[in-house]
């Protein structure tokens, strides 16, 4: 679940620059021209926010509950700042304001700044969302957006409104917003967001259905991380491109590390294909937020698929005398995906509050609401519900659930999804 400490963080910032910008605007300046650059302003402010985003840090896991959530609003932040750009393009009087020398004017080039930026932005969301484009493709051509950012910062500086008035209230925001998101992209791109790095040697990789287990162990220290928390895998090599996020699926108290992998794409298949034991992997990590040790004693942990992971963790570090009662519901095509299922039914007999439900969507058995009140003990809102798998089927089972009077703050899902 989103936490929305973060966003009040961030419309509190957006408030207070609007208000400061209306305030302290000049006398001469026409309502529109302060409305527009008011626009302005706030898309700016947004990729700052988005920039920001992106240097990881832990505070901001807290606020928005777990770096996948981080992402989202990174994504969704620099998505509006489009849209405020183009509502400051289209708003924004084409001619100079009153007192603005045309000749001083045409010496700076706010105006082809602008205009490059918007180019640059459309283009980049268009790269954004064209699902056709790989992910490491993407990735080098997304870090471009830094030089973006410089050339708004360009087109604000040299812009007529703004130039003769920086040093106003909302233009000292500005500047000092700008001087935070060039830190930011500097701590980015120079790596220092990538924290926590800690060094394994790769022991085995299993072959299972569809997916790849790997398994390390620590060459220094161990990674301390709870149960559901991942990280961003590494291997160390010629041909291994970016880091990986994936969710840790032992128990902390194991001696090393494992992932389980589901084949997907070039880099999850080359790790089936070639990787062999005895090389060595840097975990980035942990982070993460889809932890079941607060909430509500009552469980369901839905599985989709590969979602299985952060709850083969959490299963694995379960021991008797646990006083929770949790249901398992595993959802797959069939059972031979269902990845360790015999372990966990063994753990299951083993901690007897583990019940575990196997829906096999080839036998017509789907993950729904109706289907899930018939193998609960309890009325549905008498538990909360980590989710994690699929999209679609996390995102159809959250709004089933809320419509079965299910609170919002008992509903916890994990997305496998950054971009
Ligand atoms: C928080 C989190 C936890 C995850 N846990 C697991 C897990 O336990 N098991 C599992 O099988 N999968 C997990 N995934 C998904 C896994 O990261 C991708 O399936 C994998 O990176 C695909 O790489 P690929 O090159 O083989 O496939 P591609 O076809 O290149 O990528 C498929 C999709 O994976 C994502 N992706 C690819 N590369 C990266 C990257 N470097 N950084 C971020 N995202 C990327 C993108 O959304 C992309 O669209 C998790 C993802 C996230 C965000």
């Known amino acids: 679940m989103l936490n929305k400490k973060g966003l009040f963080v961030i ?6 620059f609007a208000v400061t910008h209306f305030v302290f605007a000049p006398e001469q300046f026409s309502a529109r021209l302060v409305g527009t650059t008011m626009l302005g302003g706030v898309a700016f402010l947004l990729m700052t926010t988005s920039i920001v985003l992106s240097t990881r840090l832990a505070v901001f896991e807290d606020w928005f509950g777990g770096l996948d959530r981080v992402y ?80 708004v910062i360009g087109h604000f500086m040299t812009a007529p409104a703004i130039f003769f008035e920086r040093f106003s209230a909302s233009g000292y925001l500005l500047i000092g917003a700008a001087i935070l998101g060039l830190l930011a992209f500097l701590y980015s791109v120079l790596g220092f967001n990538k924290r926590n790095k800690t060094r394994f040697k790769l022991e085995t990789v299993n072959s299972l259905e569809r997916a ?73 990590g942990p982070y993460g937020r889809f932890d079941s040790t607060n909430a509500r004693s009552r469980q369901v942990w839905l599985a989709g698929g590969i979602g299985i992971t952060p709850f083969l963790s959490k299963i694995r570090a379960m021991n008797p005398g646990d006083e929770r009662e949790i249901t398992l519901v595993y959802a797959v095509r069939d059972r031979s995906e269902a990845l360790f299922l015999s372990e966990i039914e063994e753990k299951a007999k083993e901690l007897g509050n583990l019940k ?11 993950a729904r609401v109706d289907i899930m009140k018939e193998k609960l003990s309890g009325s549905l809102d008498s538990y909360d519900y980590f989710l994690c798998g699929p999209k679609p089927m996390v995102k159809g089972l959250s709004k089933d659930l809320k419509a079965g009077n299910v609170p919002k703050n008992s509903i916890h899902t994990e997305a496998f999804e950054f971009r």
């Open 11 to 16: 419309l509190g910032f957006l408030v207070i």
């Open 72 to 151: 989202q609003v990174h994504k969704f932040t620099g998505v509006f700042s489009i849209l405020f750009v183009f509502a400051h393009f289209i708003g924004v009087p084409k001619e100079l304001p009153a007192g603005v020398d045309p000749t001083v004017h045409g010496l700076v080039p706010s105006a082809p700044l602008g205009m490059v930026s918007l180019v640059l932005l459309v283009l980049s969301l268009a790269l954004a969302l064209n699902r056709k484009i790989s992910y490491s493709r993407w990735r080098p051509m997304h870090k471009l957006m830094g030089l973006v950012y410089l050339l």
């Open 212 to 284: 790849t287990e790997i398994v390390l162990s620590p060459i220094d220290k161990s990674l301390a991380f709870k149960p559901g928390q991942f990280a961003f895998v590494e291997v160390q090599g010629k041909g291994w491109t970016e880091p990986h996020p994936f969710t840790i699926s032992s128990a902390p108290s194991e001696d090393g590390l494992r992932f389980t992998l589901k084949v997907l794409g070039d880099w999850t298949r080359k790790v089936r294909e070639e990787l062999t034991p005895g090389g060595e992997v840097v975990v980035h």
């Open 356 to 366: 575990v439900v196997l829906l096999e969507s080839g036998l017509g058995q789907f």
